[in-house]
């Protein structure tokens, strides 16, 4: 695909070994030529048409990639940038220059084979404006570092060890199975300009279960699967490259598998790779606001599909929406599970639970704010996190944090930030009990999602009952 590589040019005062290691345009031109994306301009640079310098601000720079991509004659592209925070100083203004760029037909994508994603890569490197990550961020600090020097960070694949130098080593046993893994997939070789796996080459679920007939388990002493396989075949360590947290480095440690052989397997995965339905997206009205009871997690908005075939011959598929705490497939004791609702099920005992609160709690009266109106940087700040990390997710579209960054941008200019004068408490907020929100919501004059965010904190899942955090 054709890609554009966007970039903050490192300051005259870094070290020059740190600089050729972390120089962001090679990053950009290792990822797309790995990735097979042709780079056709970088920013700055001089491909772009219009005068962008290493010089120029940030803003400038940002302006000159928007007016690259509104030109008549530009298509749709990738923007690869090395990380977050080439785009963005904090979250806030990430989200508006995503929003950007997605408005003009741009898709970022971060030089990070292992977190590709820009919100999910921005929930670790930035933070809130006007605050510091703090002790994450020393945290990322010390990571990077050691993925700097190749050091091992992270599971070790199947075939090395991490040894007392913190570099990757083989495992003659375990290497000795990639390798017969790759072979089993290349089959005989066939000439360089023909794509094939050769007169003998073995599928991944045939190779699967020759494995697992000849008694080799996985390192976590599990039967092979397909998908481990074709992850196996995927896994850029086994040519000696090291990819952590947008760091590469080639020929960091001892490879197990030539560089030929294996791009001829990424060529015949290529091939083979099946066309899959596009996803359709469900709607989840308890996103961001659900809460396991048992270890405290967000719980996610989940789709499946299940299809079969009847007697007659005719085949029938179902669709089942369902919440699910992240760690619910680890559950193992039953008297500590995590949450796990049908959607339908547990959107309906929400409605159940609103309806029959008490009067006392009905007749509370709730702050609720009008448009344009703010009830508080805190609060500003908590929802525009809540919703981000929905986002990150994949629970909610990047769209859909406009609200909060208005609600942001009102908050602090508001009087709680020292700007303007004092508005008329009347004017920036009116009350409203439970019992109105709850009345509106049952005569349909608002849906689900809105009435929950209007008067739960949270919503707090067990395995089987759930609790309402409303609002004070």
């Given amino acids: 695909m054709r890609a554009?590589?966007?970039?903050?040019?490192?300051?005259?005062?870094?070290?020059?070994?740190?600089?050729?290691?972390?120089?962001?345009?090679?990053?950009?031109?290792?990822?797309?030529?790995?990735?097979?994306?042709?780079?056709?301009?970088?920013?700055?640079?001089?491909?772009?048409?219009?005068?962008?310098?290493?010089?120029?601000?940030?803003?400038?720079?940002?302006?000159?990639?928007?007016?690259?991509?509104?030109?008549?004659?530009?298509?749709?592209?990738l923007v690869v940038i090395p990380d977050s925070t080439h785009l963005a100083?904090?979250?806030?203004?990430?989200?508006k220059v995503l929003i950007d760029i997605e408005a003009v037909g741009g898709d970022v994508r971060c030089a990070n084979f292992d977190a590709p994603d820009a919100v999910q890569d921005g929930l670790e490197k930035l933070a809130l404006a006007g605050r510091?990550?703090?002790?994450?961020?020393?945290?990322?600090?010390?990571?990077?570092?050691?993925?700097?020097?190749?050091?091992?960070?992270?599971?070790?694949?199947?075939?090395?060890?991490?040894?007392?130098?913190?570099?990757?080593?083989?495992?003659?046993?375990?290497?000795?199975?990639?390798?017969?893994?790759?072979?089993?997939?290349?089959?005989?070789?066939?000439?360089?300009?023909?794509?094939?796996?050769?007169?003998?080459?073995?599928?991944?679920?045939k190779i699967a279960s020759e494995l697992n007939d000849r008694g080799i388990q996985t390192r976590a002493g599990k039967p092979w699967s397909p998908v481990a396989i074709a992850g196996m075949l995927r896994n850029r360590t086994y040519i000696g490259t090291y990819a952590r947290h947008g760091m590469r480095i080639v020929t960091n440690h001892q490879p197990i598998i030539q560089r030929e052989r294996f791009n001829r397997a990424q060529e015949i995965l290529g091939s083979r790779k099946p066309i899959r339905k596009p996803r359709t997206m469900a709607s989840f009205p308890l996103g961001g606001v659900l809460e396991c009871a048992t270890c405290g997690n967000g719980m996610n908005g989940v789709t499946r599909s299940r299809?079969?075939?009847?007697?007659?011959?005719?085949?029938?598929?179902?669709?089942?929406?369902?919440?699910?705490?992240?760690?619910?497939?680890?559950?193992?004791?039953?008297?500590?599970?995590?949450?796990?609702?049908?959607?339908?099920?547990?959107?309906?005992?929400?409605q159940e639970k609103l309806n029959s609160l008490d009067k006392r709690t009905l007749n509370r009266k709730l702050v609720e704010e009008v448009?344009?109106?703010?009830?508080?940087?805190?609060?500003?700040?908590?929802?525009?996190?809540?919703?981000?990390?929905?986002?990150?997710?994949?629970?909610?579209?990047?769209?859909?944090?406009?609200p909060n960054v208005q609600e942001l941008e009102a908050a602090r200019s508001g009087p709680e930030s020292g700007a303007g004068e004092s508005q008329d408490p009347a004017e920036a907020a009116k009350r409203v009990t439970v019992g109105e929100l709850v009345t509106a919501f049952n005569e349909?004059?608002?849906?689900?999602?809105?009435?929950?965010?209007r008067l739960c904190n949270r919503i707090i899942?067990?395995?089987?009952?759930?609790?309402l955090d409303l609002k004070t």
Wanted: contains cysteine; negative net charge; glycine residues 8%.
């Fill in 4 to 77: 554009v590589g966007y970039f903050k040019p490192l300051t005259d005062d870094v070290a020059e070994p740190t600089a050729r290691r972390n120089d962001p345009l090679s990053v950009i031109k290792q990822y797309c030529v790995e990735e097979l994306h042709q780079l056709i301009a970088t920013i700055p640079g001089d491909e772009v048409g219009v005068a962008v310098t290493p010089e120029s601000s940030d803003s400038e720079r940002l302006q000159s990639l928007i007016r690259y991509f509104e030109q008549s004659e530009r298509r749709q592209a």
């Fill in 89 to 95: 100083n904090d979250l806030e203004s990430l989200v």
């Fill in 132 to 205: 510091r990550p703090g002790r994450q961020r020393r945290i990322q600090e010390a990571i990077l570092a050691k993925a700097a020097r190749g050091e091992v960070l992270g599971r070790v694949p199947f075939g090395y060890r991490g040894g007392p130098d913190g570099m990757m080593h083989p495992i003659v046993e375990e290497a000795e199975v990639v390798a017969q893994v790759f072979d089993w997939y290349l089959g005989t070789p066939v000439p360089p300009d023909e794509l094939g796996a050769g007169a003998d080459g073995l599928g991944l679920r």
């Fill in 307 to 350: 299809s079969w075939t009847l007697s007659d011959g005719s085949s029938r598929s179902r669709q089942y929406r369902y919440y699910a705490c992240r760690l619910f497939s680890r559950s193992h004791d039953a008297e500590h599970a995590h949450a796990s609702w049908g959607a339908d099920e547990l959107e309906q005992a929400v």
């Fill in 371 to 402: 448009e344009g109106a703010s009830s508080g940087i805190a609060d500003a700040e908590s929802r525009f996190m809540r919703q981000y990390r929905a986002v990150a997710d994949g629970q909610a579209p990047l769209r859909s944090l406009v």
């Fill in 444 to 453: 349909g004059q608002a849906d689900l999602k809105t009435t929950v965010s």
């Fill in 461 to 467: 899942v067990g395995p089987e009952e759930i609790e």
